[in-house]
Every structure is written in structure tokens, then in C-alpha cells.
């Protein structure tokens, strides 16, 4: 079965001489379809490195990245944007939601840019799911953080990405909706046969999950499960 997606000997560094850092070293990575993998460590390691690069927000520095056995390196500038668009659903540390558009409006704009409409998620589901229905009128702004995180939690969502990075999902949650948002990721993947990457520091969420690496100074390895 060819992953969903796969990192082979893929480095990230920044700088050049004296002043180069390393913040990925060459890791080996695959995400398979139904796979629910978190990705633990301290802050500062190169969680949020190996989730941007993985997702092609930034360019890997050495190394070669196959989203469904495609090596992205050799894509053009508007097939990264395509690939990124159909394939992938980000949920950031930072909301990232345009300020000018409500929560509503931020899934229309994916409506205009995607007309297949069978290919969305249930919008409404979402929206009780997450707790959206009383501010779906509501602009980022007038939202507190854990609204914002739900709201680009419905985004990522709604398109019906393959692959799914979250970081810190649940950071700005309460416990029961931290829950909630980890069963909904799992059931992604277990029950729709897509792939999820959660970067996570709630050790009481890695139930949930199939797989735990841990990052230590840009260096990922797979924890051994007992």
C-alpha cells in the first residue's frame, strides 16, 4: 500500500555557516490511510518544523517528500497550492482565520474555491459538533480563543482533506472538548481511512492515537508501545 504520505531522509535548517541551526535532522517518516499518529516532545524540539515541512508550507532542506507516492519536489509553484488545497487540512497553533470573514464565510470561501460540493464535510455537523451555531456570524475577532481553535478546527475539516496536522488542537480547549475534538480526529481516520498527525503535549490523549514518535532536538523517534 503506497503511504498517504512519506518523508525519506528529509533535513530543515536554517542559516548558513556559524550560523546555521539544524532544527530537523534526516528523518524517515510515513503516514498511512487510517493511521492516527501524535507527535510529543518538549518545546523547542521541531514539532511544529516536521508538521509545516511535512505539509509543504515550507521547503524541506535536503530530502524527498511523496504525498500518495508523488515526490513534491518536482511540482510546480500552483501544483503545491493544489496539492496543499485538496489534500491537506491544517489546524495551527495560530488560528490563522481571515479577520474579515465570519465563521460562516470562512467555509463559503472554500465553497467558491472548490465546487464539488460531495466532497465537503457536513457543514451543520461540524458546527453542533463544535459548538459553532451561535457565533457563525461572528468575525475572528469577536471570538475568545477556544472559538477561534473550533472555528479553524471546522475549517481544516470541511473540505475533507486526506491528511490532517494539527498542532496543539486542543491547547486552547477545555477537557471535555479536548476529548471531544481527539475522538472526532481518531474517527477520521479509523472510520474514513484518512491520515492524522497530532502534535500534542496532554499525555491523556495518546489513547486515542496508533502511533507515538517523539521529537528531541530535531531528532524523531517512534516510542516502542509495551
Do not use: C, W
Not at 500500500?1 to 555557516?17: A, D, H, R
Not at 550560523?19 to 503516514?31: C, D, G, P, S
Amino acid at each position: 500500500m503506497t503511504p498517504l504520505i512519506e518523508m525519506k531522509q528529509v533535513t530543515k535548517s536554517y542559516g548558513e555557516g556559524n550560523m546555521k541551526v539544524v532544527a530537523l535532522h534526516e528523518t524517515n517518516f510515513q503516514l498511512n490511510a487510517g493511521e492516527f499518529v501524535a507527535i510529543v516532545g518538549p518545546s523547542g524540539s521541531g514539532k511544529t518544523t516536521f508538521l509545516t515541512t511535512l505539509g509543504q508550507l515550507q521547503e524541506p532542506s535536503g530530502g524527498k517528500i511523496l504525498v500518495k507516492g508523488t515526490e513534491t519536489g518536482n511540482l510546480t509553484e500552483k501544483e503545491k497550492t493544489d496539492l496543499r488545497f485538496k489534500e491537506f487540512g491544517f489546524i495551527l497553533q495560530a488560528s490563522n482565520l481571515i479577520p474579515f470573514l465570519t465563521v460562516k464565510e470562512q467555509l463559503d470561501l472554500i465553497d467558491r474555491l472548490d465546487k464539488d460540493e460531495s466532497s465537503k464535510s457536513d457543514r451543520q455537523e461540524l458546527f453542533d459538533l463544535l459548538d459553532l451555531n451561535k457565533v457563525q456570524n461572528h468575525y475572528p475577532k469577536a471570538l475568545s480563543g477556544g472559538e477561534r481553535q473550533r472555528a479553524a478546527i471546522a475549517r481544516a475539516l470541511y473540505n475533507n482533506p486526506s491528511i490532517v496536522l494539527a498542532d496543539e488542537p486542543t491547547a486552547s480547549l477545555d477537557t471535555q472538548r479536548a476529548y471531544q475534538v481527539t475522538d472526532m480526529l481518531a474517527s477520521i481516520a479509523h472510520e474514513q481511512g484518512r491520515g492524522v498527525v497530532m502534535i500534542t503535549h496532554d499525555t491523556r490523549l495518546l489513547d486515542k492515537v496508533d502511533r507515538v514518535f517523539i521529537m528531541n532536538d530535531g531528532h524523531l523517534v517512534e516510542e516502542i508501545q509495551a
